[in-house]
C-alpha cells in the first residue's frame, strides 16, 4: 500500500486508505502520527487532564474563601450543566474536523486566518497554563504528603522547596512523553482507573473515618467570606454576584483540558466518533465525580474548640481538613493518591500541549516552527514537549513570592496560573463555538452533532465563557486592587496582564506582519492526491 505523501496510482487508491486516513487527507493532512489511540485512550487523555484529583483539591481555597460551602455544593453542579454544554458543542466539531490542530484548526475553517491565528495562540497559552498549573498543584501535593509524615521536613518547609519539586515533575513529565506516544495512551488508561479507583477510597475514607460530620444544612447553606472583600459579609447583591463568582474558579479550572481529545485524535481510531464522545463523557463523569468528591470534603470539615464547624480552617484548604478529621496516616494516604493522579495529570497535559505545539507549528504559526514540528523516529514531537516545559517553568516563576493574605500563606500566584489557564483555553474555545452558530445549517457536520440544537447551545456556551472568563480577570483580594490603600504589587492578579497583553500584542503582530504570511492550516497532502480520492471522499 503507498504512503499518503506517495503517487497515487490511477486506479482508485483512496479505496485503500482507512476511513481515519481518508477523512484527514480530505482535511488536507497526511497520517504522520502513529494512529494508535483507542476511543477509551481518546477519553482517557481529557479525563486524566480534568483530574478530580488534582483540581478540586488544588482549588478548593479558592471555591471556600470565595462563599463558602454554598460556593460548593451550588456553584459545582450549576456551572457542570453550562461546561457540559461547551462540552457537546465541542463535540460536533471535532466530529467535523477530527485534526491535532483542533481548536484553530476550526476557527480557521469556519472564519479564516485571523479567527485561526487567535485562536491558536489563546489555546497554546492556556495549555501551556495548564500545564504548568498542574504541575505546581503536584509538587505542592507531593510536599504536603511528605510533610505529613515528616515534622522535620514540614518545619523546613520553603517556596523555594515546592519550585524544585515542580522542575523535577515537569521534567518527568517531558522525558515520559519524549519516550513514546504510545507510552502515554497506556497511561492514560491507567489514569482513569487510577482516578476512579483513587477517588472511590478517598470518599471511603471521608465517609467512615471522622468521627463527626457537618450536617446537610452547613452543606448547602453555610457562607464564608474570606476573601477581604465587604468585610467578611455573607448577604446582599455583593456577595452573591462579587464574592462567590470569584470561587468559580475551583470548578471552571477543575473541568477543563477537555479539549485533548481534539488534539490526540489524529491518533485516534475512528476519530470522528471516538474523540466527538471523549470530550463530553469526560466532561459528563467528572461533573459527577469530582461534585461527590467534593461534598464528601465538606461534610468531613471539624468543628473549632467552640463547638462550630472550623471555617477559617477549611479555608486553608483540604489538607489541614483532612489532618484534623482523619489523623495523621489517612490524611497521608489520601493526600498520596491525589499527588499520583496529578502526576498521571501533568503527563496528559504535556502531551496535550505539545500536540497542540506541534499542530500550531506544522502551519507555521509559531516562531521556530520548523524545529517545534520535528518527530522523532517514534513520530513524538520532542521538541515541542521541551518548549512547553520551558514555557511552563517560567510562567510559573512569580509562584516563588511569598504572598499573606488575612495572616495566611496564600498561593495567589497559582491562582494567576490556572487563571490564565482557564480563560486562554475557554476564550480559545469560545471563537470556533460562535462561529459554528454564525454558519448555522450551512455547516457541514460529522457522524456525531448537536442536530437543530446548536441553535441554543451555542449562543449559552458562549456567553458563560465570557461571563466567567471576566470575573478571573478582576482582583481577588483587595490588596490586588491598585485604586486601594493596601495596594501591592505580590498580590496582584496577573492573569488579565498576561491575557491582555498577549492579546495587545498578537493584534500588534497580526496587524503588522502575520496577516501577510500566516494563511491558516497548511496541507500537508499533495494537492493532486486529494483530486485522486475526491470521489471517494465526497461519498464518504
Not at 481548536?103 to 485562536?119: D, E, N
Not at 473515618?209 to 453555610?222: G, I, K, L, M, R
Not at 481510531?269 to 464528601?296: D, Q, T
Request: aromatic letters at 14%; glycine letters at 10%.
Amino acid at each position: 500500500m503507498p504512503e499518503a505523501f506517495e503517487p497515487a496510482p490511477a486506479d482508485g487508491p483512496a479505496a485503500e486508505l482507512t476511513d481515519d486516513e481518508a477523512h484527514l487527507a480530505k482535511l488536507g493532512y497526511r497520517q504522520d502520527l502513529h494512529r494508535s489511540w483507542s476511543g477509551f485512550s481518546n477519553f482517557a487523555i481529557s479525563f486524566s487532564i480534568i483530574s478530580i484529583l488534582a483540581g478540586c483539591f488544588t482549588n478548593f481555597g479558592a471555591g471556600f474563601n470565595n462563599g463558602g460551602p454554598i460556593s460548593i455544593s451550588w456553584s459545582w453542579p450549576i456551572l457542570g450543566v453550562f461546561i457540559l454544554l461547551i462540552g457537546f458543542t465541542m463535540s460536533e466539531l471535532v466530529s467535523a474536523y477530527p485534526t491535532s490542530g483542533g481548536i484553530y484548526w476550526w476557527a480557521s475553517k469556519l472564519g479564516g486566518p485571523r479567527a485561526g491565528f487567535f485562536t491558536g495562540w489563546l489555546n497554546l497559552i492556556g495549555l501551556v497554563a495548564v500545564t504548568a498549573g498542574v504541575a505546581y498543584g503536584c509538587a505542592t501535593f507531593i510536599d504536603l504528603t511528605i510533610s505529613t509524615f515528616s515534622t522535620s521536613y514540614a518545619d523546613s518547609y520553603s517556596l523555594n522547596r515546592v519550585f524544585i519539586t515542580f522542575l523535577i515533575v515537569l521534567a518527568v513529565a517531558s522525558v515520559l512523553n519524549i519516550f513514546s506516544g504510545h507510552l502515554m495512551a497506556i497511561m492514560n488508561n491507567a489514569s482513569v482507573w487510577w482516578h476512579v479507583v483513587g477517588a472511590a477510597a478517598i470518599v471511603l475514607i471521608l465517609i467512615f473515618v471522622p468521627d463527626h460530620h457537618q450536617s446537610v444544612s452547613y452543606v448547602f447553606t453555610e457562607r464564608f467570606n474570606n476573601s477581604g472583600y465587604g468585610g467578611g459579609s455573607t448577604s446582599g447583591f455583593h456577595f452573591f454576584f462579587f464574592i462567590i463568582p470569584f470561587g468559580f474558579l475551583l470548578t471552571q479550572y477543575t473541568i477543563t483540558g477537555f479539549d485533548a481529545s481534539a488534539h490526540l485524535s489524529e491518533e485516534t481510531e475512528s476519530a470522528a466518533k471516538g474523540a466527538a464522545k471523549g470530550i463530553w463523557r469526560s466532561i459528563f463523569y467528572s461533573v459527577i465525580g469530582g461534585y461527590i468528591l467534593l461534598l464528601c470534603v465538606v461534610f468531613a470539615i471539624p468543628n473549632g474548640a467552640d463547638g462550630k464547624p472550623d471555617n477559617a480552617l477549611a479555608g486553608g484548604g483540604v489538607a489541614p481538613i483532612f489532618n484534623a478529621a482523619l489523623g495523621q496516616n489517612w490524611a497521608g494516604t489520601v493526600l498520596l493518591v491525589s499527588a499520583v493522579g496529578q502526576i498521571f495529570c501533568t503527563v496528559s497535559c504535556m502531551t496535550s500541549a505539545s500536540r497542540m505545539t506541534y499542530a500550531f507549528s506544522r502551519d507555521g504559526a509559531i516562531p521556530g516552527s520548523k524545529r517545534w514540528s520535528m518527530l522523532t523516529a517514534g513520530r513524538v514531537p520532542a521538541n515541542a514537549v521541551t518548549l512547553v516545559a520551558i514555557c511552563a517553568a517560567v510562567l510559573t516563576l512569580p509562584a516563588l513570592i511569598k504572598v499573606d493574605v488575612n495572616g495566611t500563606p496564600v498561593p495567589l500566584a497559582f491562582y494567576a496560573v490556572t487563571s490564565i489557564a482557564v480563560i486562554g483555553l475557554y476564550l480559545a474555545f469560545a471563537i470556533p463555538i460562535w462561529l459554528r452558530f454564525r454558519h448555522g445549517d450551512k455547516f457541514d457536520v460529522g457522524s456525531w452533532n448537536n442536530g437543530a440544537k446548536y441553535k441554543w447551545m451555542n449562543p449559552i456556551a458562549v456567553a458563560e465563557i465570557v461571563i466567567v472568563s471576566l470575573y478571573l480577570m478582576l482582583p481577588s483580594t483587595p490588596a490586588a486592587n491598585p485604586f486601594r490603600s493596601e495596594f501591592e504589587w505580590k498580590f496582584v492578579n496577573y492573569a488579565p496582564i498576561v491575557t491582555l497583553g498577549a492579546l495587545i500584542l498578537l493584534t500588534i503582530w497580526w496587524t503588522t506582519s502575520a496577516k501577510h504570511w500566516f494563511t491558516g492550516p497548511k496541507h500537508t497532502i499533495d494537492e493532486a492526491i486529494l483530486e485522486a480520492f475526491d470521489d471517494k471522499l465526497t461519498a464518504d
